[in-house]
């Protein structure tokens, strides 16, 4: 189905490869007029349920950042796939796609290079392009991101980011100024993210540019918990990780029950409120639900960053597909942005009573560091400073040595050097170290960060994979996208009959009568009446509104309005015409009643 759906989407303007007048590039689609309003309405839908219901901030960062974002991310480090290399035709794959396209094998992207060499060799998988033997080649980590020069010549080093969530915490500093250091609070953005990736495929699903919609939520894990009765009673079906890969059956592994069920026992309870939330989501916008799961991370393939993940995933064209991952990011992010930069990403939570409390201070004899460490002194001061803070027993004997490089210290013996990078020794007494009792108002706290991301473009394929469907009609076969009334890019369809004797005149007047009233119109006046109903249902148009030569006679006037999937007509006054498709398309009015 995957090619007549791709097909469908270049032929009637959803989406199509990018460039093609100079060839193309791989993983990189253009929207057409249809997909785009497809992909805008799915995009306020996320907004309209994950933001603005739950009462959340967004904010729209750059998509390109220096350098020193991601070596505190950890993205120049652990951001990969694994790469192997045609010896022949010089292509390059991802291993772990060719595992899990050639053997029985799934999610073998969690899977250690040295394990996915060993299964390349032992299943002879080869180069899917010349058809070479891939046995023997080596595997290894390739990084995703594109890197890019800030500024004329070289520049600084950057990146076009490959999520969308950096840009919100780099910005935590001012974002918690804005929410009053008040927790819970969450920050929420949508836009473009860039991954090099070794193969793109599968049209919409793998892609280099694509968009996310991003949750980012911060909370006291000590005292915030999510208000789960909201969701209690939305059915889950979840595949936990120690169920994977022990039935032959993957279905005998699901776990179904409820998000109040599972809240806290199978799924810490942020995770899954949220779970919850976009179970209803996705069905709202046009999933369907018995091709629809929740899969959980297994311990090799999460990210560097997650203490625990669960995908949204949706079976389309015969595969499961990652639609969005629900991550328990800890305080990883804030943690690492706190430690290489200069500010401070932390909240300052308030006592309900102020508190007596012991704390560790230094006062360093400067007179003494400066004639003996120099330049450094200052960065001495400030290292001996924070090591009083975290690790008063450093100074239980009469020397203490500092690193000024990555602010560790112990209370060894005098050296010149530590592991971690240049040392230095500084007799207690010359330190000013003393331990004293003060009241606190309250104390600073890195909050914890939960994460549901959703891949926007995936989102939109999947909706038109499971809406899309053919069948007979008078005796003709014809192609629909049974596209849910909130997202569908064309609302109503209207056409003359015929384009004379005053019918087209009339059309095009209520054309732009329902345009004035806020509704996708299109106004169709090309061909039979039962092509231009057939153009309507490919793309997902759910009523049509025929201008006759009844509509011209009767008084009050009439039109004939057809619903998509049925395809049946009633008659409809004109002047009730706009009310009577504003109760359809907000599900107070069914079809049928009319």
Excluded at 15 to 25: D, I, K, R, T, W
Excluded at 104 to 120: D, K, Q, S, T, Y
Excluded at 413 to 437: H, L
Excluded at 450 to 458: A, H, L, T
Aim: aromatic share 10%; hydrophobic share 30%; net charge negative.
């Amino acid at each position: 189905m995957s090619g007549e759906l791709v097909e469908l989407a270049k032929r009637r303007g959803f989406f199509f490869q990018s460039s093609e007048a100079y060839g193309g590039v791989a993983g990189f689609y253009t929207y057409g007029p249809q997909g785009a309003t497809l992909k805008q309405k799915i995009e306020d839908r996320w907004r309209e349920r994950f933001s603005t219901k739950e009462g959340h901030t967004e904010i729209s960062a750059p998509t390109v950042m220096p350098e020193p974002v991601f070596e505190a991310s950890g993205h120049l480090e652990g951001f990969s796939d694994m790469l192997v290399e045609c010896p022949e035709c010089g292509e390059s794959h991802r291993a772990d796609h060719l595992i899990e396209d050639n053997t029985g094998i799934e999610e073998a992207e969690g899977l250690p290079i040295p394990e996915v060499e060993m299964l390349v060799e032992e299943h002879d998988l080869r180069c899917p392009s010349c058809d070479a033997a891939l046995a023997g080649e080596e595997v290894e980590d390739f990084n995703l991101m594109f890197e890019t020069s800030i500024g004329p010549g070289s520049g600084q080093p950057g990146y076009l980011r490959p999520e969308t969530a950096q840009g919100i915490f780099v910005e935590f500093p001012r974002l918690k100024e804005y929410a009053r250091e008040q927790l819970p609070f969450g920050v929420t953005q949508i836009g473009p993210a860039y991954r090099n990736e070794i193969s793109p495929r599968h049209a919409l699903l793998r892609t280099r540019e694509f968009t996310q919609a991003e949750l980012e939520l911060f909370v006291d894990p000590e005292t915030d918990e999510p208000d789960v009765s909201k969701v209690a009673d939305v059915e889950l079906t979840l595949y936990p990780a120690d169920e994977q890969g022990e039935h032959d059956d993957p279905e005998e592994g699901y776990v179904r029950t409820t998000a109040g069920e599972a809240a806290g026992d199978l799924v810490e309870s942020w995770v899954c409120y949220h779970l919850g939330l976009a179970k209803q989501w996705f069905e709202r916008v046009g999933f369907d639900m018995e091709r629809f799961r929740f899969r959980q991370h297994q311990a090799g393939e999460r990210a560097h960053y997650a203490e625990d993940c669960w995908d949204a995933e949706a079976e389309v064209d015969g595969d499961w597909i990652e639609i969005a991952g629900f991550a328990y990011r800890g305080d990883y992010d804030l943690s690492k942005h706190g430690e290489h930069s200069e500010e401070n990403f932390t909240v300052f939570k308030q006592y309900d009573e102020p508190k007596r409390v012991e704390r560790a201070t230094v006062d360093p004899d400067m007179s003494y560091l400066g004639p003996e460490f120099g330049g450094q002194a200052q960065e001495v001061a400030d290292a001996l400073e924070r090591l009083a803070e975290r690790d008063r027993s450093a100074f239980e004997g009469e020397e203490v040595t500092v690193s000024v490089d990555t602010d560790e210290g112990t209370s060894s013996s005098p050296q010149s050097s530590t592991e971690d990078g240049e040392g230095y020794t500084i007799p207690v007494e010359k330190t000013g170290f003393r331990v004293e009792e003060v009241t606190e108002s309250g104390t600073h706290i890195t909050p914890h960060v939960i994460e549901p991301s959703f891949g926007v473009d995936r989102v939109v394929y999947t909706v038109l994979a499971h809406a899309y469907d053919t069948d007979e009609v008078g005796g003709e076969e014809r192609s629909v996208l049974r596209l849910d009334p909130e997202v569908a890019p064309t609302f109503v369809g209207v056409f003359p009959l015929m384009d004379k004797d005053g019918l087209g005149e009339r059309a095009r007047e209520l054309t732009e009568e329902l345009r004035e009233t806020g509704f996708e119109v299109a106004y169709d006046d090309s061909g039979n009446i039962g092509r231009r109903y057939r153009r309507q249902d490919e793309v997902g148009t759910p009523f049509c509104v025929t201008v006759d030569y009844e509509s011209l006679e009767e008084d009050p006037e009439t039109v004939t309005l057809r619903e998509r999937d049925s395809t049946d007509q009633v008659r409809v006054p004109t002047d009730e015409l706009a009310d009577t498709l504003a109760a359809l398309r907000a599900g107070e009015t069914d079809f049928d009643d009319l």
